[in-house]
T-cell receptor
Framework: DAKTTQPNSMESNEEEPVHLPCNHS???????IHWYRQLPSQGPEYVIH???SNVNNRMASLAIAEDRKSSTLILHRATLRDAAVYYC??????????FGKGTKLTVNP | DSGVTQTPKHLITATGQRVTLRCSPR?????VYWYQQSLDQGLQFLIQ???????AKGNILERFSAQQFPDLHSELNLSSLELGDSALYFC????????????FGQGTRLTVV
C-alpha cells in the first residue's frame, strides 16, 4: 500500500497558523491525498482531500507539491479544539483509506 | 455528530466468546466500512460493503465476518475472541462506493478478558 510519512508530533500556539507536512514519495497518478483528524475519544473526522491542485474548505487548506510527492495541511488559525491526531492518507483504489501513525498536534493557549 | 451510530459503546467479554457490533450509517449513505484501532497497529481497514454487497476486504481475520442488511445497517461479528482482539472498532459510511468523504461513528470499545 502507498505510504505516507508524517512527524510524530507538532506544537502550535492558539490563534497562529499551523502547517502539517506529509511526504508521499511513492504516490501514483491516481491516488487522492486525504486528511482526517481524530480528536480524543472520538472517531476520525474528514478534513479535506485533493488530487493535484490546492484545495480550500471551511476547515483547512491543502497545498500539494507540483510533483505530488508531498503535501501540507494548513490550519489558518489554530484553536484549542484543533488539538488532535492528523492523518495524511493516500486513498488506495476507490475504496479503502490506509491510515498511518499520524501527527499529534498540541495547541497551547 | 457524524450521523453514524454504533452500538454498543463498550463491550467486555471473555476469550473464546462471540460478539456482534452494530452500525447504522448516515441516512442515504450506501457504503459502510469497518476499521479496527489498536494501540500498536493504529487504524486498520477491515472490510467495506456497498448497497448490501461486499466491496473491498482488508486485514480482516477469518474469525471475523460482516454483513450489510437491506435497510443498510451493518453488523460486524467477531468470534473465538482472543485478548489481542481488544480494540476500538469504528464504522464509517459514505454516500457512494468511493470514499472521498467518509463519516465515522464514535466506535465500540471491545475489551476481551
Amino acid at each position: 500500500d502507498a505510504k505516507t510519512t508524517q512527524p510524530n508530533s507538532m506544537e502550535s500556539n492558539e490563534e497562529e497558523p499551523v502547517h502539517l507536512p506529509c511526504n508521499h514519495s511513492t504516490i501514483s497518478g491516481t491516488d487522492y491525498i486525504h486528511w482526517y483528524r481524530q480528536l480524543p475519544s472520538q472517531g476520525p473526522e474528514y478534513v479535506i482531500h485533493g488530487l493535484t491542485s490546492n484545495v480550500n474548505n471551511r476547515m483547512a487548506s491543502l497545498a500539494i507539491a507540483e510533483d505530488r510527492k508531498s503535501s501540507t495541511l494548513i490550519l489558518h488559525r489554530a484553536t484549542l479544539r484543533d488539538a488532535a491526531v492528523y492523518y495524511c492518507i493516500l486513498r488506495v483504489g476507490p475504496e479503502k483509506l490506509v491510515f498511518g501513525k499520524g501527527t499529534k498536534l498540541t495547541v497551547n493557549p | 455528530d457524524s450521523g453514524v451510530t454504533q452500538t454498543p459503546k463498550h463491550l467486555i467479554t471473555a476469550t473464546g466468546q462471540r460478539v456482534t457490533l452494530r452500525c447504522s450509517p448516515r441516512s442515504g449513505d450506501l457504503s459502510v466500512y469497518w476499521y479496527q484501532q489498536s494501540l500498536d497497529q493504529g487504524l486498520q481497514f477491515l472490510i467495506q460493503y456497498y448497497n448490501g454487497e461486499e466491496r473491498a476486504k482488508g486485514n480482516i481475520l477469518e474469525r471475523f465476518s460482516a454483513q450489510q442488511f437491506p435497510d443498510l445497517h451493518s453488523e460486524l461479528n467477531l468470534s473465538s475472541l482472543e485478548l489481542g482482539d481488544s480494540a476500538l472498532y469504528f464504522c464509517a459510511s459514505s454516500a457512494r462506493a468511493t470514499s472521498n468523504e467518509a463519516f465515522f461513528g464514535q466506535g465500540t470499545r471491545l475489551t476481551v478478558v
